[in-house]
T-cell receptor, first 112, second 115 residues
Framework: DAKTTQPNSMESNEEEPVHLPCNHSTISGTDYIHWYRQLPSQGPEYVIHGLTSNVNNRMASLAIAEDRKSSTLILHRATLRDAAVYYCILRVGSSNTGKLIFGQGTTLQVKP | DSGVTQTPKHLITATGQRVTLRCSPRSGDLSVYWYQQSLDQGLQFLIQYYNGEERAKGNILERFSAQQFPDLHSELNLSSLELGDSALYFC??????????????FGEGSRLTVL
């Protein structure tokens, strides 16, 4: 599985946008980029995923670089509830399994 | 609420013992995944079942085994428990693989403490 690199931690102020970066320089053409987050004492939850084009949903936006070697998860207005560990994961598109391999993630702290 | 149910939520046992963790996937989901989360290892993929058959295997110890039953619920059996097996065990489910939507739904986990 291709590797992703994320900062260990980031801080944000409440109600401000947050940009969480992820580097994946060894990504292949069929790898999907997934983001999950894990709130304290909970299981991971899906945030967003994409392949080549930028994606938006009710939770966040995913901006994918043109060469696909990096991506950015954007939380438009951080709330205290967004404090969590955010995982950037690559999934092989041609795989016959939906398994996801989690890295260490970025711990996001949101200040009031 | 993800729709994935795990029991028990907490379990305390002694070294050398055997425990069984149970997972009920979301209604209609055919695929079940097991993950282990410890403080020093992070989230580790253990094993995946799809419609009753093993589909993928991760770093699962030989002392651990799993299965998925005809009603699609799954059980993770941990035997000859060691102190290092203390962890949170998560189950996740997804609709299928062929129609993979990109989303795994995780349960709230079973916290195992081995004394």
């Amino acid at each position: 599985d291709a590797k992703t690199t994320q900062p260990n931690s980031m801080e944000s102020n409440e109600e401000e946008p947050v940009h969480l970066p992820c580097n994946h320089s060894t990504i292949s053409g069929t790898d999907y980029i997934h983001w999950y987050r894990q709130l304290p004492s909970q299981g991971p939850e899906y945030v967003i995923h994409g392949l080549t084009s930028n994606v938006n949903n009710r939770m966040a936006s995913l901006a994918i670089a043109e060469d696909r070697k990096s991506s950015t998860l954007i939380l438009h207005r951080a709330t205290l509830r967004d404090a969590a560990v955010y995982y950037c994961i690559l999934r092989v598109g041609s795989s016959n399994t939906g398994k996801l391999i989690f890295g260490q993630g970025t711990t996001l702290q949101v200040k009031p | 609420d993800s729709g994935v149910t795990q029991t028990p939520k907490h379990l305390i046992t002694a070294t050398g013992q055997r425990v069984t963790l149970r997972c009920s996937p979301r209604s209609g989901d055919l695929s079940v995944y097991w993950y282990q989360q410890s403080l020093d290892q992070g989230l580790q993929f253990l094993i995946q079942y799809y419609n009753g058959e093993e589909r993928a295997k991760g770093n699962i110890l030989e002392r651990f085994s799993a299965q998925q039953f005809p009603d699609l619920h799954s059980e993770l059996n941990l035997s000859s428990l060691e102190l290092g097996d203390s962890a949170l065990y998560f189950c996740a489910s997804s609709v299928s693989i062929a129609e993979y939507t990109g989303e795994l739904f995780f349960g709230e986990g079973s916290r195992l403490t081995v004394l």
